[in-house]
């Protein structure tokens, strides 16, 4: 089993920045990859960033590219989303993931991964 506690999200005026912290624990040996999603009032969830545990390839949503950077930091075994120049359209609940088997044919839907977090609330809005 593997545990997901998401932190860092706030409410932040339009164009300002926040980062998201995703902190895993348990049988962490088995994660493949691990991602963010997100989902806004009344739509589904979508794709936001995933890494590679492995080797740190970095995917993301055409929507975010640009303004939100994923990291990792394998000593703590904690991975990041920064998130610049914010806008409206990205208030969500945002959601940490971890795969054991992600595939390019997987990295983009919820189905691809195992284990998620409860999800950090992300409100932007002057």
């Known amino acids: 089993q593997v545990q997901l506690v998401e932190s860092g999200g706030g409410l932040v005026q339009p164009g300002g920045s926040l980062r998201l912290s995703c902190a895993a624990s348990g049988s962490i040996f088995s994660i493949n990859a691990m991602g963010w999603f997100r989902r806004a009032p009344g739509k589904e969830r979508e794709f936001v960033s995933a890494?590679?545990?492995?080797?740190?390839?970095?995917y993301y949503a055409d929507s975010v590219k640009g303004r939100f950077t994923i990291s990792k930091d394998n000593t703590q075994n904690r991975r990041y989303l920064q998130m610049n120049n914010l806008k409206p359209e990205d208030t969500a609940i945002y959601y940490c993931a971890a795969a054991l088997h992600l595939t390019m044919s997987t990295m983009a839907a919820p189905g691809g991964y195992d284990y998620w977090g409860q999800g950090t609330q992300v409100t932007v809005s002057s």
């Open positions: 890494i590679s545990w492995s080797n740190g390839r970095t």
